[in-house]
């Protein structure tokens, strides 16, 4: 296997190879050892069987022999046939068991089985000779026996031994040569094994290095190279072609340099869009707070509604306006119900028909000025209000609304068109003025102009009578359009010269104004009745006067054909308001001209003396001074009375 193939290998096979080699020298070694101990066994095993085995049989036999030869000498020496027969038998059983221990050596014995069998032969020779001790002994001849047992019982004994001791030599020998022999396997065995374990040892290392090296290489460049990577270096190249799990590795760290370079990419987009994001919260909460500024200092009251009506915020200038003291009064309320649920005319205001959430409802902003708005503590206003759409998504999820007290613009506007109806009235009046005024004026001048004419010829013709005539005419008219001028003049006058008001005793005013037209009463040949105790009135004098003058001067100047002709003069009190009248029981005037006749130049009677702006003048004093006035009369001959009322103003006596 090249180093190339073994490099393109998986870091787990080249272990596996590693630890696998390892595993077969031990394993050999481990055998090997194995197997020169059982060798060595055997060798023991062997010395233990054989020489070991012989040598003890030899010792036994000899010692059996000793004994055998000592009990002989005994049986010479035994006294009785009891104690023959006894020693006797102690010999039989030596010599069974030496015949026992011949039989042992016969199997073990390794050498010459001559030797043996010379050793066995001289041990069965001796029987005759121990026999006939023993029979000698037993026939009583002891001498004989002693000669025997001295003589050729000694000899055999002697071979025996000798016999005996070249077993045991060459047992001996055979016990020392494998003694050498193990001992020269144990030190053969001890030197390979010594080789083997270094063999191990070396192999162990190689493996171990170059595993080490192959693995610690292309980690390290790996490393350096994910270290570059780590400082930014994104296109630090590595070896992803490499084979095993480093090539592997190097995939998965390119991989991930790749990711890396995408999540940089991704990082640096985000990050722009997260400052973007942030410039923009920033602007928010910039214009959030102007918002709130601006919401907190508007004069304007203003709050928002979510699509059920119900309050999201209120501005202090809301609360304020709506009597509310904190936000949480009204926030999550339906602002309906709160403060829109009641029409000007206090009828029920019902939801579904509320302006203000229009707004939500249709998407379309809503302006109103005509309703009122309800505070917390029952009150109501004239409120004008505007309702805005809030669109989120394309849907309308609120809306925003703006209101403001304008009851006193209210105020203002009626009493603008309170002022603009009176300038139209005045301007109608004017018109009306204008034109009566020259159709009035024209009369006397075209009855001037006529009469200067006939003045003209009267006077070329010398007619003396008739230019008298002429001339009182002319004078007539030219008084006539004096009067009419003087009135014109006096109308203009009232509301712009203001006398200082005063306490009026009026019993005295009625009284003055008698005294004044006393020549018109006389020839008119009136009574007039004046109530006492008067309550006093307040007001300009002067033209209180006037009023006074030109009542009782048109009820004497309308008094008719009135045979008991009467004025009266008083006053009664009815709810509350001092009625002051004077009464006359002349021509009286038809109810449908009771308003008519207080118009300028409106006469009902062309053919007496007037101008028509008498009664105007008197009712114009009457408001000016706070007051009012009116007519009462049943009709035609059914005489009149004009009443009037002043005002109980500057806590004076009425
Ligand atoms: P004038 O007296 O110059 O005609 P006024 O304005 O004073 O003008 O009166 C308007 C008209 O009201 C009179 O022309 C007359 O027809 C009617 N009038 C006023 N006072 C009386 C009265 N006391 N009785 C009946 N008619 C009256």
């Not at 609360?319 to 926030?331: A, P, W």
């Not at 302006?367 to 309800?374: S, Y």
């Amino acid at each position: 296997m090249t180093a190339r193939k073994l490099k393109d290998l998986t870091i787990g096979t080249r272990l596996g190879l590693g630890f696998g080699i390892v595993f077969v020298l031990f394993c050999t070694l481990t055998l090997f050892a194995i197997n020169r101990m059982e060798y060595l066994a055997n060798k023991i095993s062997l010395i233990h069987n054989h020489p070991l085995t012989v040598s003890n049989a030899v010792l036994k036999i000899d010692t059996h022999i000793v004994k055998m030869h000592r009990t002989m000498k005994d049986i010479v020496l035994d006294e009785s046939a009891a104690e023959i027969n006894k020693d006797s038998e102690f010999v039989d059983k030596h010599e069974r068991e030496t015949y026992a221990e011949f039989d042992i050596i016969d199997k073990s014995f390794l050498g010459n089985k001559a030797l043996l069998e010379a050793a066995r032969e001289a041990f069965v020779s001796w029987k005759p000779v121990r026999d006939e001790i023993i029979q000698l002994m037993r026939a009583g001849k002891r001498s004989a026996a002693i000669r025997i047992i001295k003589g050729k019982g000694a000899r055999h004994a002697v071979k025996i031994e000798n016999t005996m001791d070249a077993l045991y030599a060459f047992a001996q020998g055979k016990a020392d040569e494998f003694v050498a022999s193990a001992r020269d396997t144990t030190d053969q065995s001890i030197k390979t094994m010594y080789l083997l374990l270094f063999l191990v040892v070396v192999t162990v290392m190689i493996f171990t290095v170059y595993l080490t090296r192959s693995i610690t290489r292309p980690v390290e460049a790996l490393r350096a190279a994910t270290l570059e990577i780590g400082k930014g270096k994104l296109d630090t190249p590595l070896n992803i072609d490499a084979d095993g799990e480093m090539g592997e590795l190097a995939r998965s760290v390119h991989e991930m340099t790749v990711n890396l370079a995408n999540v940089t990419a991704s990082r640096d987009e985000l990050n722009e869009e997260i400052t973007e994001r942030k410039q923009a919260e920033d602007e928010l909460r910039r214009s959030e707070e102007r918002i709130k500024l601006l919401l907190e200092s508007t004069a304007e009251a203003i709050y928002g509604l979510d699509a059920e009506g119900k309050c999201t915020f209120a501005n202090p200038a809301c609360l304020k306006i709506l009597g509310y003291e904190s936000m949480d009064d009204v926030l999550g309320k339906n602002m309906h119900n709160l403060i829109h649920h009641t029409r000007p005319d206090g009828s029920p205001y019902p939801m579904h028909e509320c302006h203000i959430y229009e707004a939500f409802q249709k998407g379309t902003g809503t302006h109103v000025d005509n309703e009122v708005l309800w505070r917390k503590d029952g009150t109501s206003f004239a409120g004008e209000y505007w309702s805005h759409p809030i669109h989120e998504d394309g849907k309308t999820i609120g809306s925003v609304v703006t209101f403001m007290d304008i009851t006193e613009r209210k105020g203002l506007e009626k009493a603008r068109q309170k002022l603009m109806d009176n300038l139209e009235e005045k301007a109608t009046e004017m018109e009306r003025f204008v034109y009566t005024v020259s159709h009035d004026l024209k009369s006397p001048l075209i009855t001037i102009q006529g009469f200067l004419g006939l003045l003209e010829k009267d006077a070329l013709e010398g007619e003396t009578k008739r230019i008298q005539g002429d001339i009182s005419h002319i004078q007539k008219a030219a008084r006539q359009m004096q009067e009419l001028l003087a009135d014109l003049l006096e109308i203009s006058r009232i509301g712009r010269l203001v006398n200082t008001p005063e306490r009026v005793n009026f019993n005295q005013l009625v009284q003055d104004v008698v005294e004044l037209l006393d020549g018109q009463i006389k020839t008119c040949g009136v009574q007039i009745d004046v109530m006492p105790e008067m309550p006093t009135l307040y007001g300009d004098r002067k033209r209180l006067l006037e009023v006074v003058q030109n009542l009782i001067d048109n009820a004497l100047k309308f008094m008719g054909e009135q045979t008991a002709p009467h004025i009266e003069i008083g006053y009664h009190l009815k709810k509350g308001e001092n009625i002051y009248y004077i009464k006359d029981n002349g021509i009286g005037i038809e109810p449908r001209f009771h308003q008519k006749v207080f118009e300028l130049f409106e006469r009902l009677n062309p053919e007496i003396e007037g101008t028509g702006i008498g009664l105007a003048i008197v009712k114009r004093i009457i408001e000016l001074e706070g007051g009012r006035m009116w007519i009462e009369s049943e009709g035609k001959g059914r005489g009149c009375t004009f009443c009037f009322v002043l005002p109980d103003k500057h806590g004076r006596e009425t």
